[in-house]
Nanobody, 115 residues
Framework: QVQVVESGGGLVQPGGSLKLSCVPSVSIFSINIMGWYRQAPGKQREFVASITSGTLTTYGNSAKGRFTISRDNANNTVYLQINSLKPEDTAVYYC?????????WGQGTQVTVSS
């Protein structure tokens, strides 16, 4: 069973930064696409960013400029760096991988932006 584990969320003040991590139970070399999504209370899950095995990145409209997705092959980890956090960034952030023809999701990590 493929597992995906996110970490790095927490409570942060507006203007702060966070770096989320996503570690799959399979080698990221074998994963076609890894992505981040988020879901705020009462809202639909929305696409944040993705990165392919060839390190091509794509960002959702709400993520352009303050979010950076990257991968660390040595640590089998994909990161999401979020800068200049705003209260509207408050959400559960999920990592998704596309592997072997299937999509796998993690349990999510909570990001709360509040003073």
């Amino acid at each position: 069973q493929v597992q995906v584990v996110e970490s790095g969320g927490g409570l942060v003040q507006p203007g702060g930064s966070l770096k989320l991590s996503c570690v799959p139970s399979v080698s990221i070399f074998s994963i076609n696409i890894m992505g981040w999504y988020r879901q705020a209370p009462g809202k639909q899950r929305e696409f944040v960013a993705s990165i392919t095995s060839g390190t091509l990145t794509t960002y959702g409209n709400s993520a352009k400029g303050r979010f950076t997705i990257s991968r660390d092959n040595a640590n089998n980890t994909v990161y999401l760096q979020i800068n200049s956090l705003k209260p509207e960034d408050t959400a559960v952030y999920y990592c998704e991988i596309y592997y072997g023809g299937y999509n796998y999701w993690g349990q999510g990590t909570q990001v709360t932006v509040s003073s």
